[in-house]
């Protein structure tokens, strides 16, 4: 809401009521002589002592409100004129004025302090409306800079995105030339020697070529939004991937969905893949779930294989690492961070590898149970 409507709100109708906002001399002068004439013809002529000192307070209080504690002088004039009055008419100064004074004297400090602290307050508040006037100014200028920023960087990135998307895809078609006049050199050739020389740039080939996948993958982490996922169905359509009779996978994961990105599929896939390659004798993996903690619930991944030294536990995560790309479970990790989920290694070396991704309370639900994958 603007500074000036709120101020607004405050102010009372009508002219007469907005003439007390400010300090006006000349009327005030007006009240004071008023109150001499008072004390004149009713005290002084008349001898009445009491009713017409009420109009003093009046006096006093608007000196409060207009010139804060100065509207002491104005009641110890007033309580003096009244009090040598009453000692020029009866020869005393009575208990009666003498109280009368003092209370004057005492509306004068309170109305007074109020009136400073209040004017005070209210110079605190414009200031400050002020500032936050010329803040959220600028705050507006630099929302539509960064608005304009937004918008050139999205600009920027699809183009740089649709260059990616192109040089890829060229690469990846000279590649597949590449390797296929690679199949057919094994072909031709009998000579051992040379045919070992062609499965190394085959493998480099296949190395080449996942990294390319790799960076597919990782420009497309996060630009979708996070859904819930099913990991049956996932594990399910990995499962019919691999081929007959090499290994088995099982899974208890009945009902079971993540919320995640929806390279989650990917996830899967690279443990499975990383088992194959490194797991030298795998025969079986399993998924399953189970809590862990509170309020996190474990979707465990176990194979029988060789496992995972004690010390790459940690390792097999970083960019790089491995006897590959060393991409894939760099590649998972990031992944599965997007919605605060997180995985580690946590089997025996020796029994088989177990990666226990971690799901934090609000990312994992159990729906209607439907028939076991496993």
């Known amino acids: 809401m603007a500074r000036g409507s709120v101020l607004q709100r405050c102010d009372m109708g009508g002219s007469w009521w907005q003439s007390f906002n400010k300090p006006h001399p000349v009327l005030f002068v007006f009240l004071v002589l008023i109150g001499l004439a008072l004390e004149y013809v009713i005290h002084y002529r008349l001898g009445i002592t009491v009713v017409y000192t009420q109009f003093y307070y009046l006096i006093i209080v608007i000196a409060g409100l207009w010139y804060g504690r100065k509207a002491i002088w104005v009641a110890l004039f007033f309580a003096s004129l009244q009090a040598m009055v009453t000692w020029i008419l009866t020869g005393l100064l009575s208990p009666d004025a003498v109280m009368r004074g003092l209370i004057m004297l005492i509306v004068a400090f309170v109305i007074g302090t109020i009136a400073e602290q209040m004017r005070c307050y209210y110079d605190q508040i414009t200031e400050q409306?002020?500032?936050?006037?010329?803040?959220?100014?600028?705050?507006?200028?630099?929302?539509?800079?960064?608005?304009?920023?937004?918008?050139?960087?999205?600009?920027?990135?699809?183009?740089?995105?649709?260059?990616?998307?192109?040089?890829?895809?060229?690469?990846?078609?000279?590649?597949?030339?590449?390797?296929?006049?690679?199949?057919?050199?094994?072909?031709?050739?009998?000579?051992?020697?040379?045919?070992?020389?062609?499965?190394?740039?085959?493998?480099?080939?296949?190395?080449?070529?996942?990294?390319?996948?790799?960076?597919?993958?990782?420009?497309?982490?996060?630009?979708?939004?996070?859904?819930?996922?099913d990991i049956g169905v996932h594990v399910a359509a990995l499962r019919s991937l691999l081929p007959?009779?090499?290994?088995?996978?099982?899974?208890?994961?009945?009902?079971?969905?993540?919320?995640a990105d929806p390279l989650l599929e990917k996830v899967f896939g690279n443990l499975i893949d990383n088992s194959r390659r490194h797991g030298e004798r795998v025969r079986h993996i399993s998924f399953s779930s189970m809590p862990y903690g509170q309020?996190?619930?474990?979707?465990?991944?176990?194979?029988?294989?060789?496992?995972?030294?004690?010390?790459?536990?940690?390792?097999?995560?970083?960019?790089?690492?491995?006897?590959?790309?060393?991409?894939?479970?760099?590649?998972?990790?990031?992944?599965?961070?997007?919605?605060?989920?997180?995985?580690k290694e946590s089997g025996v070396y020796g029994k088989g590898a177990r990666f226990d991704i971690l799901v934090p309370k609000g990312k994992f639900r159990f729906v209607q149970s439907v028939p076991d994958t496993g």
């Open 129 to 229: 409306n002020h500032e936050l006037s010329d803040a959220n100014e600028e705050m507006y200028f630099l929302n539509a800079q960064l608005t304009e920023s937004q918008g050139a960087f999205q600009t920027a990135n699809k183009k740089l995105n649709l260059l990616s998307s192109i040089t890829r895809h060229d690469i990846k078609n000279q590649l597949m030339g590449l390797m296929a006049f690679i199949e057919l050199s094994k072909a031709k050739s009998t000579d051992p020697e040379i045919l070992h020389f062609i499965e190394r740039e085959d493998s480099a080939a296949q190395a080449i070529l996942r990294q390319i996948e790799f960076t597919k993958d990782y420009e497309e982490l996060g630009v979708r939004a996070p859904t819930w996922q």
């Open 244 to 259: 007959p009779g090499e290994i088995e996978v099982s899974a208890e994961v009945r009902g079971l969905e993540i919320f």
């Open 295 to 343: 309020d996190t619930l474990a979707i465990v991944y176990e194979d029988d294989g060789v496992g995972v030294h004690e010390s790459d536990k940690e390792r097999i995560f970083e960019k790089g690492f491995g006897k590959n790309t060393g991409l894939g479970l760099f590649l998972t990790r990031e992944i599965l961070g997007i919605t605060g989920l997180s995985i």
